[in-house]
């Protein structure tokens, strides 16, 4: 029995090139140089992007004169907000109402509004202390006032007709 000879070969034996093996190699070279493309566009934007937001945040740090300008603005924006949203056509209803029932022996000289405690400061005058308390009482069943108080009240020596004039104060009511 003779054992068939060895043969020793160290070297891998060389792989032959095929088609699809090509193929395959183009198409991966071409996959990876879109890849390269799509990434430098992607960087290119991102740098546009930061230079838009660097920009943007230049014009944003405002000039101390424009902030002072800007808060004023808000600020009046706030008082006409309150101003507008005091319900004057009731309460001046109401105090209309009230006058015309003391057949024009009130006569009212001033109406301040503190819109913060939602108050209203009447400052009026009558020919008596009654006619002014009956004007009260008629206050204190007006829809658009709550609470109507008698603040003070003084008879004006200097006139010859003595009127008494009188302050009160009265809540207002929101508008429905």
């Known amino acids: ?15 032959r090139v095929t088609l699809l093996g090509m193929v395959l190699l183009v198409f991966g070279l071409c996959a990876v140089t879109l890849a390269c493309l799509e990434y430098r566009v992607m960087t290119q934007r991102h740098a546009g992007l930061e230079m ?11 000039n101390p004169a424009e902030v002072e300008r800007n808060v004023r603005l808000s600020e009046e924006a706030t008082g006409i907000t309150r101003e507008l949203g005091t319900p004057w056509t009731g309460v001046l209803a109401d ?13 009212l000289l001033a109406l301040e509004p503190d819109h913060e405690k939602h108050r209203i400061l009447i400052k009026a005058e009558s020919k008596d202390l009654s006619l002014a308390l009956d004007y009260l009482k008629r206050l204190q069943q007006a829809h658009s ?22 302050s009160m104060t009265a809540d207002w009511r929101e508008a429905p």
């Open 1 to 15: 029995m003779k054992a068939p000879p060895l043969l020793l070969d160290f070297s891998a034996p060389r792989m």
């Open 52 to 62: 838009r937001l660097a920009d943007l945040t230049r014009r944003a740090a405002r």
């Open 95 to 107: 105090l209309e109402a009230a006058a015309k029932s003391s057949e024009g022996q009130i006569s």
């Open 145 to 166: 006032l709550r609470f109507p108080m008698l603040d003070s009240h003084e008879v004006v020596a200097e006139d010859k007709d003595r009127p008494v004039r009188f």
